[in-house]
C-alpha cells in the first residue's frame, strides 16, 4: 500500500511524514484537499474540485529543511500526539478529513469529519482534543497555500 510505503520511508528519511486529507463526495462528485510533507523536503499537494468543471490540480515541491524543522516544531507544540479521536465526530455523509504524522519514533493517525466552524468543535464530545486538531490544521493548510502560492504562483483553493 503506497500510504504504509510512505510511512516506511518516512520513518527511514528524517523520522518525519505529514499528511492531511479533507473531502466528500457530492453534486459534482469526490471533491478534496490533500498534501503531504515528507522528513527529506518533499511536498506533494492535490486538489479536485469539478466545480463549474474545474480540473484538478497537483503540485510536487521541494522545500528546504528548515522548512521541515518548523512544520515538525509546530506539530510537537501543539502537542497532537497527546490526543485521541475516539469521541470526535464521525466521518459522515458531510465528509471527513484524516491527518497522519509520524515524527519523533511516534506514528498517529487522526479521521473525523468535516469541520465547518470553531462551534462545531464546542459541541463535540471532546472539544479540548478537536480544537488542537481543529488549530493544527488551520496551521498546516495555511503554511501549505502559502508555499503553494509561493513556489508556483497559483491561487491554491
Known sequence: DIIFENCRMAA?????????????Q??????????????????RYANNSNYKNDVMIRKEAW??????????????DSEITREDDYHWPQADRNGRQELEVVTGGEHISFV???????????????PEGLRVFYYLVQDIKCLVFSLIGLHFRVKPI
Open 63 to 76: 522545500v528546504s529543511q528548515s522548512v521541515v524543522q518548523e512544520l515538525r516544531k509546530v506539530v510537537e
Open 12 to 24: 527511514e528519511e528524517n523520522d518525519f511524514y505529514l499528511r492531511y486529507y479533507v473531502g466528500h
Open 26 to 43: 457530492g453534486q459534482f462528485g469526490h471533491e478534496y484537499l490533500e498534501f503531504e510533507f515528507r522528513g527529506d523536503g518533499r511536498l
Open 112 to 126: 473525523t469529519t468535516k469541520i465547518g466552524s470553531l462551534h462545531d468543535v464546542q459541541e463535540s464530545k471532546d
